[in-house]
Each structure stands twice: as C-alpha cells, then as structure tokens.
C-alpha cells in the first residue's frame, strides 16, 4: 500500500471511532440529562407535595394515654367536618360542654354548703363563711351546687340575692360584682366540695377563655398558619364529647382523667413542632430542587458539547471518505 492511500485510510480508521464516541458521548449525555429531569421531577414533587401534618385525635389519645378508657361512643362522628369552620368560641362552648357533661352527675349530688371562701373574693368580703348553705339564687331554690351554678351563670348579673342557712337560720346576702362585671360560678368566691379536677364553665365564661386563649396560644402561632391551628384544635375539642361518660367517676389524678390545660398545652407544643418540621423539609426540599435544576444545566451543556463533537467528528469523516474515493 502506498504511502498516501495508508496515511487516508488510516484518518478514516480515526474519524469513524470519533464519530462513534461522539455519538457515545451524545446518548451518554442525554440518558444523563433524562435521570437529571427525573431528579427534578421528583424534587418538584416532594417540595409541592410538603403538607404540615397537624396533630389530631389518634395522636392526642396516645400522648396522653388514653387507651385505657373504655371505648368512646362516636368518636370520629362527623368531628372533621364540625370543625371546618368553628370559631374559638365554638371551640369553647365544646370545652364546656365536656366539662360540665362529666361534673354533672356528681354536682347534682352535693348539697351547696359551703366548704369555703376565697380569700378577699367577694363572698368573704361579705361576710359568708364555710358551712353556710345557700338556699336561694335571686329568688329560686336550689337543692345542689349543679343548681347553684346553673342560676349564678344563666343570669350573669352584676348583682345576685342569696338567701342562706346558718346554723339553722337563714340570712339574706347580696353578691355584687366590680363594675364592669357579672357574678358567675368562678368570681362568686364561693367554694363547694367539688370533687377535684371537676369544673362548671357557665356561658357568660365561654368568651372569657376564648379571649385568654388567643394571647396565650393563638397570637404565638405565625399568622399563616392560625386557620389550620384553630381546625386541627377543633377536631380535638369536638371528640371529647365522646368521653363524657368515661369521665364521670374519675377525678383529677386517675388514670384516663382528662385536663384540658394539658390537653390545649399538648396540642400547642405538637403543633409548633409541627410547623417547624414542616419549614424543615420544606428547605430540604427546594435545597433538593434547586440541586437538580443546577445538574440539570450541567447536563444541557454537556448534551450540546457532545451534540457539537459529533457534528465535528461526523464532518470530518466524511471529509476522509471524500478524500479516498476522490483518490
């Protein structure tokens, strides 16, 4: 062979096996660049598909364990839809509703003799005293603490009549309230032998607590995600109608009882440390996100480098076997 026809089929030997590899670059490049679009798929997925998962029911029952109450009729009855749209007043008046359901039994039963005064409330400031009973409310009898209560809280007066018994005799007495307030079952300063742990929330007390409950709780909660705190709230506080008769012969201290300070603080604590589990992977995610989009232009690059070499390559073999058969 001679000198020059070895020398061109030689430099079409090589341009063949760099058309080749650049091809090989290419499908290489472009698998790449596919795996990379999966990547960012998958990313995109993970980072709109970031939910917070607020606490719920189920969770609630197990931190405070509860399982070991009998099982409550009509759990889950309809709670999530109650709750869509319930206001914190709303969830109050559920609250009380618990409470006074489990207490109501056991405060029929009691007399409503004084077992003592608060300390500069206003039942001492006028002059009452443990085992004074009291008869009438405003007029009515009453036979019970429940009865008592139910008057002090129906009425929400500034000003309530007493009529009760001391040894044998009976007084009148006037409970009158700060301006600006109205006598119920909590300011009366009047305490019962009330079995502890057991509480009577009148109406006029609802809004009360709603309000305590939005600087305690809600202002602290980012204001974003305030609607989802309050519905998630909401299903536990619906659900604890549910055990109402689970709780009427337990008291503060025995298995099962449940505390709704506990319970407010435990769905407080479970919720913020949900949303900070939730900023977290969101991060995660747009980190992960924002990774694949950087390999994704890595790969676009090297699919138009690779798309170049093999324009090249392809080019100039057929420069080479241009060449040959001209020869």
Do not use: C
């Not at 056991?106 to 005293?129: T, W, Y």
């Not at 405003?138 to 500034?158: I, K, T």
């Not at 009529?163 to 409970?175: E, N, T």
């Not at 390559?313 to 420069?319: E, G, K, L, P, V």
């Amino acid at each position: 062979m001679k000198p020059f026809q070895s020398m061109t089929v030689n430099t079409k030997s090589l341009s063949f096996t760099l058309v080749w590899t650049a091809f090989g670059l290419v499908v290489l490049t472009s698998v790449w660049l596919a795996y990379i679009g999966i990547q960012i798929s998958s990313a995109g997925h993970r980072f709109t598909a970031q939910a917070l998962k607020a606490p719920d029911a189920d969770q609630y029952r197990k931190a405070l364990r509860l399982e070991q109450l009998s099982a409550p009729k009509g759990v889950g009855f309809n709670s999530e839809k109650a709750a869509r749209d319930a206001s914190v007043a709303q969830i109050f008046e559920w609250i009380a509703e618990f409470e006074n359901g489990r207490a109501s039994d056991r405060l029929k039963k009691l007399k409503p003799a004084l077992s003592g005064v608060v300390f500069g409330g206003i039942a001492e400031r006028i002059g009452m005293r443990a085992g004074d009973e009291v008869v009438s409310v405003n007029g009515a009898a009453v036979d019970s603490v429940l009865a008592v209560y139910d008057m002090l809280d129906q009425r929400g007066e500034q000003t309530v009549q007493l009529v009760i018994r001391r040894q044998g005799r009976l007084f009148s007495a006037s409970l009158a309230a700060p301006a600006g307030e109205r006598i119920n079952a909590e300011n009366s300063g009047m305490l019962f032998n009330v079995p502890k742990g057991l509480n009577v929330v009148g109406k006029s007390q609802v809004a009360s607590l709603a309000t305590q409950f939005d600087t305690r709780f809600m202002l602290l909660v980012p204001p974003e995600w305030r609607r989802q705190y309050q519905t998630s709230l909401a299903v536990i506080a619906h659900e604890l109608l549910a055990y109402i008769d689970s709780q009427r012969d337990l008291v503060e201290g025995d298995p099962g009882f449940i505390r709704i300070d506990q319970m407010l603080s435990w769905h407080h604590d479970a919720f913020t440390s949900a949303i900070e589990q939730h900023v977290e992977n969101t991060r995660a995610a747009s980190a992960s996100q924002l990774a694949a989009l950087g390999s994704f232009g890595d790969a676009i690059i090297g699919l138009i480098a690779a798309l170049a070499l093999f324009f090249v390559a392809f080019w100039f073999h057929n420069r080479s076997v241009l060449g040959l058969t001209d020869d």
